[in-house]
């Protein structure tokens, strides 16, 4: 048991240092928002794709959860599933909302998309980052979340018909539908505004926030969830070599990112997204083998950030921007490096007290409420 443990806090670590890299540079990413030093820019260039990571992430770990239930011929509860998440998401998320929607010093910017959109999670939907930017972020909370309702159900459904390996084959499917579907709205959305200056707005809108278009990093996480439950002897060559599979999912990654140098640009849209989901599905297959550096080494530092990652990727970038109108009173440059300390501080302080005040008591509530069911 005691090696089955610490086999499991292995596992964990490396895919803690994943989850502290994807926080970390979608944080340098919106920093470039703000006041930033020169150097951010460049810098904070890819930081973009620390959101498909968290895809990749979600998607191995909750399909992960899922499909080793089904492997163990045990049947899926809805019911428990919907319950862990909501008190997992739920609680920290509306706080956030609430202080967006009560505290008017609390928005970064000034307009905010209507309120059933945030608490229907569609605000990725038509979501135009000009006129409605401030906590623009929660647009990846959208697609997770639907993510979480379908996803259950889909496989409860093929449980229930037999289908479930049969299921499986929907992810190469939905893959090349994620291609078609960009395509499409290149053509007849993108390009019609090309050479206007309504063409970014206008990429984001259809081509970066939407759900239809940005499934590929969960879809590739559910693949590799798929492979280490259903295919054990394909899971036991790969883990064997886990730093070449580290070092070959770098490479791919490198490889993505001469592919996107520009973020709205035809080749991003179109062999950016799913290269960068693979690319980033096969370091998170890297991170979860034994044989890797990251699956060996424990770093209090990386498993205190991946902690407090979903407090941080909700509250950052107003705290960024409280900060920022504070210190730069006291003379401080909001363009310089001790603001970006600063800032950094203040946003880890902020998420640390949303673990403390909201996450951590909300989860052992749930756990409590889990255990007086089982006792029942």
């Known amino acids: 048991m005691q090696n089955q443990a610490l086999s499991q806090s292995n596992k964990l670590n490396g895919?803690?240092?994943?989850?502290?890299?994807?926080?970390?540079?979608?944080f340098i990413f919106h920093y470039r928002l703000f006041g930033h030093?020169?150097?951010?820019?460049?810098?904070?260039?890819?930081?973009?794709?620390g959101v498909d990571l968290f895809f990749v992430l979600s998607g191995f770990l909750i399909a992960g959860q899922l499909f080793a239930k089904i492997n163990q011929g045990k049947n899926i509860s809805i019911k428990e599933f919907y319950f862990k998440r909501f008190f997992r998401i739920i609680p920290a998320y509306l706080f956030i909302v609430g202080l967006y929607f009560l505290v008017p010093a609390f928005k970064e910017w000034e307009t905010l998309p209507p309120l059933w959109k945030f608490l229907t999670f569609?605000?990725?939907?038509?979501?135009?980052?000009?006129?409605?930017?401030t906590f623009s972020h929660a647009w990846s909370l959208c697609i997770e979340e639907q993510f979480y309702l379908l996803l259950p159900i889909i496989l409860a459904t093929a449980i229930y018909f037999k289908a479930v390996k049969k299921a499986i084959y929907l992810l190469p499917v939905l893959f090349v539908a994620g291609f078609v579907i960009r395509l499409m709205i290149w053509n007849n959305i993108v390009v019609p505004v090309e050479n206007t200056d309504a063409f970014f707005n206008t990429w984001m809108t259809w081509m970066y926030y939407p759900t239809f278009t940005r499934l590929d990093g969960l879809l590739a996480g559910i693949a590799v969830a798929a492979i280490f439950e259903?295919?054990?002897?394909?899971?036991s060559s790969i883990t064997k070599l886990g730093n070449i599979v580290l070092l070959a999912g770098l490479l791919l990654v490198i490889t993505a990112g001469f592919v996107c140098t520009n973020l709205a640009s035809y080749a991003t849209s179109m062999f950016g997204f799913p290269l960068i989901a693979i690319a980033y599905s096969i370091i998170v297959m890297g991170a979860a083998s034994h044989t890797s550096i990251l699956y060996k080494f424990n770093s209090r530092i990386t498993?205190?950030?991946?902690?407090?990652s979903y407090?941080?990727?909700l509250s950052h970038k107003a705290i960024i921007h409280l900060t920022q109108q504070l210190f730069s009173d006291f003379g401080i440059d909001v363009n310089g490096n001790l603001m970006l300390a600063i800032c950094i501080v203040t946003c880890v302080l902020a998420a640390l007290l949303m673990n403390i005040l909201i996450e951590k008591p909300f989860l052992k509530w749930r756990d409590r409420i889990l255990a007086k069911q089982m006792l029942g």
Do not use: C, E
Request: net charge positive; no cysteine; charged share 10%.
């Open 230 to 235: 259903f295919l054990p002897h394909f899971k």
């Open 303 to 308: 498993s205190t950030i991946a902690t407090l």
């Open 37 to 49: 030093p020169d150097w951010v820019v460049g810098f904070g260039k890819f930081g973009w794709t």
């Open 122 to 133: 569609t605000q990725n939907i038509g979501l135009n980052r000009q006129t409605t930017g």
């Open 15 to 26: 895919l803690d240092h994943l989850r502290a890299l994807a926080i970390s540079m979608v």
């Open 311 to 313: 407090s941080l990727y």
